[in-house]
């Protein structure tokens, strides 16, 4: 299907949806189009046919009833932040953009649970229920941009789902919007399940199931007492080595960060500048969390020493809030600070088992010097969720294809080491080609079964996650109706 | 203009972007729409696309999105990259310009508010026409109502008096008066010129000054915006002094004459201009001197002018803490624009209102007494709105609170 | 040729045990490879399957023409103190799993209804937490991965050995809790914690609603406890209600809490246990809910644990009851009849509050099903993955009742 474009003229499809949504919210021009052709990789692009916002869960519904009953492709969006590429629609796919649906719904202090609309802003139901004492606790890097709904279909995680579990441990109930326009309530408020945990399925299922269209979150408490260290080494084998001590201690820190000198150095030039030292070859930030302030502070020393033990120059305590604050900003920010080391970026996440991380790291950076390559790795240790990032330019097709092998070394080397492709940012287009090296055919085409018993005709973020041409066939066996 | 390194007229602004998001949610039309064409990043996508050519500058929905840009330059200050919106932006909006020429009520606008002759009777009928009283008693929401309701709000407590000569030798200072900031709001240039001189600084007029050229170079008329920069390089010549301005916009855009004219002249005017607050609080942030206690509630609202394109936080803040018993609430989002940006009020009235309505609602649950805010556009378009919404707060400029304060301490003659 | 005789051909004689007491053949592959053959040719030929672990939980009732146990899977590949991370086979008994961790100072934080020897898997496909659930989530939340064999002999592997993993769909969450309907687990990849070098218990006695109350001034408190478990008279062998509070980690954490707990119970009214004392009030805990016919569990928000325990108690009588407030999960047992567990079912379905049939004689389980009275669109989905993941129906699993 093609939809034509013209200011004047819209197609019928358009109408059909302007009437459903106000002509406002129904985006057809190409300029209008454009800006949505990434997401927050812009090395994949694709042009949406039709993009529409629609303001209310009613007009939702009624937008992908409409889609269905013409049978047209379509892909949910929150606000395209996402690293894989999963919020692109191409040619003949509507764009259902989210960002409108950013009401919070509940929040329900007795239960510690909220419920949202999939458009509202992580870092805004944080903001609304810290009043209460209570948080929502994943909290990507990304969290002052991006959506719950985005977080849901990625399972983001962030650096305090060290200690309190990625999104998934974090939904409890889902409204969600099947491609036949159907639909489903999957969980209840109290987290246990009505038969197999659907909840547990649909998070991390990318888009490719439905439209989250209501979320039940749990909230956390806010932790009373914490304490933030940032440790400097001069070798990130030694850097690597100092998260290994902690972990195999049995300390569970609320979160556990590093980065390397390229990405210390991008920080302290922007904004959020947090005072990392800038001759450090890599540092941590660690924060230990509770409710005693004194185990905590016993911890947090347990830690530092571990620190200085495995090599560590300085380790310094964040005195004050504001300090602990800018040393966190500088961290969140990091990604988005790589603009200033180069035009385009390779972004990796990759995870590997924790004691390999000294190894790895080591084999890493060895791979980018080979290539003369700038490897920037900004990432969450104590999972061994890596992300070694690669600048370059993308104007000088030598240069690229060097990435590309270097990029290719440097998941292989994390494979090799027990690892996985992605711990975070999911497959969506980016990583399709990497996903036939973990899973063999059969496993492939579970999933691609599992996602068609949800989407039968595959209707939902077509052409994602799954790279159909490695999947052993199954029975296509459609939903029981 | 900015026949930038590589001479990419300012578009080399943009590349540092890598679409992480971070600025969508600080940039207020996005959150008026949620469309990401409403928002920074997709906005320099649309400039990256004009300037591959991939987009045309006739592009109407290209212009569309530009157009509903506010140019606040909230997504500046978050933007880990640095990226340099503002001057991509006036480089694309320059290429709209000469595409389909600047509109006709934009024209008006300009030719009505800031040529020197015409102005002069717009203002003159303007401040006959608030003296009537019509224009509060009209303010609504509609086209014609809000423009009344910005009118109403240009209104200012009718006192002249003059510093007593505190401290000496007082160091001198040039005043730039403006257009609108002269036409309508001449108190706040009074309360300037008093606060200034409570403050160790004999304030000096400049003859030839004219409109600084921030609402041309806005509408993509960056050659009259040069224009009108030159002519003002010239009347306040090469001294050393100070410039002082109250109005940010003005402000913001007299700091970058450098940029705009692309000589040394200009970066040396540049390096003059000073906002008023930035003034009185000093180098040192010690001012300035304090006044008499005033009991009220008053909400900052920072004009994007000076606090995302000037970077000055600070020095307003000083002024209130010069004020005993006066105390500020805080607003949340505060920090955002309200929608004015210059001729935008005019020219995209509906994400202008959409803009502001946001605003107006978290003023009217806070209730302040006063929202101050340093800015003309700023204070008519939130005027406007209270007035419309019929919350009875004031708008006024900080200075004005400083120079109530003084009087009431006996400062003046 | 009989079912006995073709799959001792295909498996050999080793992989055949005994017959139960219903002459149902009986068949232990040894490897994950032979449960795939295995199922393979049962999808073919039209066999239906009983799945068994060490037969210490379900009863081994359900009507099949053979029944595999996974208890020759007992295999440990790999335990990895420093990554916490643990792969075992499905077959292993949870208490030598433990041991074998314990030597290697690592600690799996999950402490299910059952006898020790309960298989991994089985903890697994039914999702049953105990009070650790409290400290450390439910059973999915202990999971990296899982390698499982569809219905029609298919080897599918999910997840895998590190801590964050997002590719592909998760189909270890769908096998968390499936009761065995979309597969037989074969390995699970786990997530374990260090031995916490401190574990003490300590108990109050009391009414109820008093016991209630101090569980959520606990809470309120911002304790951090392992479990904190309301269980009944009958349950726990005592003349009042009990409430348990287990506290586990680094000694100056437990320190801190048991200073915390004095305060919130309003001073020191609970009695620490010595260290047998501790484990034999958790063993039987655990061990209760093996013995009586019927066992089910529910979930709801913590504000309705009061008004559940109402419900259950005025339903089905005071039973045996183990409860964990805050986590807003209860879990019965005792005797009860179809009818009322039908009805339960519905009024708590209006509650938003899911019964999860976790125990029960086949007539029972098959007549009420182990899952039920879904919310809307939820049954078309669960028929679907049945059809997709055992296309044949070999696998008999009392999915949903009648
Ligand atoms: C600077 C930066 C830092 C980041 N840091 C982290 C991090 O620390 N941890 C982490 O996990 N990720 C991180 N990310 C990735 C990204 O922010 C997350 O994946 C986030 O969850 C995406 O949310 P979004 O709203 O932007 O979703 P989008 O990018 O708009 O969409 C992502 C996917 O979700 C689907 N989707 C969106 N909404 C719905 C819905 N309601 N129902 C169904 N499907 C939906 C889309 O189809 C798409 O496939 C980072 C990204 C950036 C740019
Ligand atoms: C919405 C809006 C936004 C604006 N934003 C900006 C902005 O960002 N920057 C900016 O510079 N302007 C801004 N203006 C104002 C406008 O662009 C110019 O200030 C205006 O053109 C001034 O013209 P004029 O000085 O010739 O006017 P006139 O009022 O005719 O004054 C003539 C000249 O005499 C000077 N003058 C007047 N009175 C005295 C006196 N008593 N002593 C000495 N000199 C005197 C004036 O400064 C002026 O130079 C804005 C106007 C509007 C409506
Ligand atoms: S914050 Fe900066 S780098 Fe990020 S999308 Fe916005 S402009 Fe681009
Ligand atoms: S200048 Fe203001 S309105 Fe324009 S994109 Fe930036 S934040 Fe948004």
């Not at chain 1, 409409?66 to 996402?82: I, K, N, S």
């Not at chain 1, 409204?175 to 399940?193: F, N, R």
């Not at chain 2, 500058?57 to 503002?86: F, I, T």
Request: glycine residues 12%; proline residues 6%; charged residues 20%.
């Amino acid at each position: 299907m093609r939809l034509l474009y013209s200011m004047t003229a819209p197609s019928p499809l358009a109408r059909d949806l302007a009437a459903i949504v106000g002509a406002k919210h129904v985006r057809e021009a190409l300029a209008a189009r454009v800006t949505y052709a990434m997401d927050g990789l812009p090395t994949h692009r694709r042009v949406p046919d039709l993009v529409v916002l629609p303001g209310t869960r009613e007009e939702l519904i009624a937008v992908v009833r409409l889609l269905a009953a013409l049978d047209v492709p379509f892909v949910p969006r929150g606000a395209g932040t996402g690293l894989s590429g999963g919020a692109l629609a191409g040619e003949g796919t509507v764009l259902i953009v989210l960002t409108r649906l950013n009401r919070i719904v509940r929040i329900d202090r007795a239960n510690r649970l909220a419920v949202v609309e999939p458009g509202v802003v992580n870092a805004k139901l944080t903001a609304a229920t810290k009043p209460l004492g209570l948080h929502y606790a994943p909290d990507p890097s990304s969290q002052t941009a991006c959506t719950i709904g985005g977080n849901v279909a990625e399972n983001a995680g962030g650096p305090h789902c060290l200690k309190y579990g990625v999104t998934a441990n974090h939904i409890l109930a889902l409204e969600v919007l099947l491609a036949d326009g159907s639909l489903v309530e999957l969980g209840s408020p109290g987290g246990e399940t009505w038969g197999p945990d659907l909840v547990g399925v649909f998070v991390g299922s990318e888009g490719n199931f439905g439209v989250a269209t209501r979320i039940t979150v749990r909230l956390t408490p806010v932790p009373r007492a914490v304490r933030t260290l940032l440790a400097d080494f001069t070798s990130i084998r030694t850097a690597g080595e100092g998260v290994s001590a902690i972990i195999a201690a049995g300390i569970v820190p609320a979160a556990l960060e590093m980065m390397d000198q390229s990405c210390i150095r991008a920080v302290e030039d922007s904004v959020y500048a947090a005072g990392y030292p800038r001759d450090a070859a890599a540092v941590l930030l660690v924060e230990i969390d509770g409710r005693n302030a004194d185990a905590v502070v016993a911890e947090a020393d347990a830690v530092a020493d571990l620190l200085r033990t495995a090599g560590a120059r300085t380790v310094r305590t964040a005195a004050s809030e504001a300090e602990r604050e800018r040393l966190w900003q500088g961290r969140k920010k990091a990604f988005g600070a790589m603009g200033r080391l180069s035009r385009d970026l390779v972004v990796q996440d990759a995870v590997v088992p924790r004691s390999a991380l000294p190894d790895v790291l080591e084999t890493i950076y060895g791979i980018a010097q080979r290539y003369g390559l700038v490897v920037s790795n900004v990432f969450h240790a104590g999972d061994g969720n890596l992300h070694p990032n690669i600048s370059f330019d993308a104007t000088d097709p030598a240069l690229k294809q060097r990435v590309e092998a270097a990029s290719a070394e440097i998941m292989s080397t994390c494979i090799a080491a027990g690892g996985t492709i992605t711990g975070e940012h999911g497959v969506g287009l980016d990583k399709l080609r990497y996903m036939p090296l973990i899973f063999d055919a059969e496993s492939l085409g579970a999933m691609q079964a599992l996602r068609r018993v949800f989407d039968p005709e595959e209707r939902v973020n077509p052409g994602k996650v799954v790279p159909v041409h490695a999947c052993r066939e199954w029975a296509s066996l459609a939903r029981a109706s | 203009m900015r026949e930038g390194k590589e001479g990419r007229g300012g578009f080399e602004g943009l590349d540092a972007c890598v679409h992480c998001g971070f600025c969508l949610q600080a940039c207020p039309t996005f959150l008026a729409t949620g469309d990401e064409a409403d928002s920074p990043r997709g906005r320099i996508e649309l400039m990256r696309a004009l300037e591959r050519g991939d987009l045309t500058a006739s592009d109407p929905a290209l212009a569309y999105h530009l157009d509903r840009c506010l140019g606040c330059r909230g997504c500046e200050p978050v933007c880990p990259s640095g990226v340099q919106y503002g001057i991509g932006l006036e480089a694309a909006r320059q290429r709209i310009a000469e595409a389909r020429g600047v509109s006709r009520l934009a024209r008006l606008a300009l030719w009505a508010l800031t040529s020197p002759k015409v102005s002069r009777v717009v203002y003159w009928f303007a401040r006959g026409f608030r003296a009537t009283g019509i224009p509060r008693r009209l303010a609504g929401w509609g086209r014609l109502r809000f423009a009344m309701g910005m009118l109403a709000a240009t209104q200012g407590g009718e006192m002249r008096t003059k510093a007593r000569k505190v401290l000496s030798p007082p160091s001198p200072a040039l005043l730039f008066r403006g257009c609108v900031q002269q036409g309508l709001f001449s108190h706040v240039h009074d309360a300037t010129v008093r606060t200034l001189g409570v403050n160790g600084y004999q304030v000096g007029e400049v003859k030839g000054q004219v409109c600084c050229g921030a609402l041309h170079a806005h509408a993509g008329l960056l050659d009259e915006a040069r224009a009108l920069a030159r002519v003002n390089v010239a009347a306040f010549g090469e001294g050393d002094e100070p410039i002082v301005v109250n109005s940010a916009g003005c402000g913001a855009l007299m700091k970058e004459y450098g940029h705009l004219l692309c000589h040394e002249q200009g970066e040396r005017f540049g390096a003059r201009v000073r906002d008023v607050t930035e003034l009185l609080a000093g180098d040192a942030m010690r001012g300035p001197i304090g006044g008499a206690p005033l009991d009220m509630h008053v909400a900052y609202d920072p004009p994007c002018h000076l606090l995302h394109a000037q970077g000055v936080a600070v020095p307003p803040l000083r002024l209130f803490a010069a004020i005993p018993l006066l105390e500020l609430v805080s607003v949340p989002g505060a920090a955002e624009c309200c929608g004015s940006a210059g001729l935008f009020t005019l020219l995209e009235p509906e994400m202008s209102r959409a803009v502001l309505a946001a605003k107006i609602e978290r003023l009217r649950e806070t209730a302040p007494q006063v929202v101050a805010t340093g800015n003309p556009g700023c204070q008519m378009q939130i005027g406007a709105g209270l007035a419309a919404a019929g919350v009875a707060t004031r708008v006024r400029h900080p200075v004005e609170l400083l120079d109530d304060a003084y009087r009431a301490a006996g400062r003046y003659e | 040729m009989t079912i006995l005789e073709k799959v001792t051909a295909l498996l050999g004689e080793g992989a055949v045990l005994e017959a139960g007491t219903d002459r149902v053949p009986r068949f232990a592959p040894g490897s994950p490879d032979a449960v795939a053959l295995l199922l393979g040719t049962a999808h073919q030929e039209g066999w239906r399957v009983r799945i068994e672990g060490a037969g210490t939980w379900l009863q081994s009732d359900a009507p099949a023409d053979l029944a595999l146990t996974t208890r020759r899977l007992d295999r440990i590949p790999a335990i990895e103190p420093p990554d916490l991370t643990a792969t075992a086979e499905a077959g292993i008994g949870l208490d030598q799993l433990r041991q074998q961790l314990a030597d290697r100072g690592a600690w799996l934080g999950i402490d299910p209804p059952g006898l020790a020897g309960r298989t991994l898997g089985s903890v697994v496909a039914t999702a049953s937490a105990g009070p650790l659930r409290h400290g450390f989530g439910p059973i999915k939340d202990h999971l990296l991965g899982v390698t499982f064999v569809t219905g029609d002999g298919r080897m599918v592997q999910s997840g895998g050995r590190v801590m964050k993993n997002v590719a592909g769909y998760d189909l270890t969450r769908l096998q968390a809790g499936g009761f065995g309907a979309f597969g037989v687990i074969v390995l699970v990849h786990l997530r374990l914690r260090t031995l916490p070098r401190a574990d003490v218990t300590y108990l109050l006695e009391g009414a109820r609603e008093d016991l209630t109350q101090v569980g959520e001034d606990v809470a309120a408190a911002g304790l951090t406890p392992a479990a904190l478990e309301l269980v009944s008279p009958a349950l726990a062998r005592r003349d009042r209600w009990v409430l348990g509070v287990r506290l586990a980690g680094s000694p100056a954490l437990v320190a801190a809490d048991e200073a915390g707990l004095g305060a919130a119970s309003g001073g020191g009214r609970f009695t620490p246990l010595r260290a047998e004392e501790a484990h034999a009030f958790w063993m039987r805990l655990a061990e209760g809910f093996a013995v009586r016919p019927v066992t089910f569990r529910i979930g709801g928000v913590p504000s309705a644990s009061d008004e559940l325990l109402d419900l259950l108690q005025h339903q089905l009588g005071d039973e045996w009851i183990s409860a964990s407030p805050a986590a807003g999960s209860i879990r019965w047992t005792g005797e009860a009849s179809i009818d009322r567990l039908q009805r339960l079912r519905r009024t708590l379905a209006g509650l938003e509050v899911p019964l999860t049939l976790e125990r029960a004689p086949w007539p029972l389980r098959s007549a009420v099903g182990h899952f039920g009275a879904y919310r809307e669109g939820v049954g078309p989905l669960v028929t679907g993955l049945r059809r997709t993941f055992d296309p044949g129906a070999a696998l008999v699993v009392a999915t949903e009742g009648e």
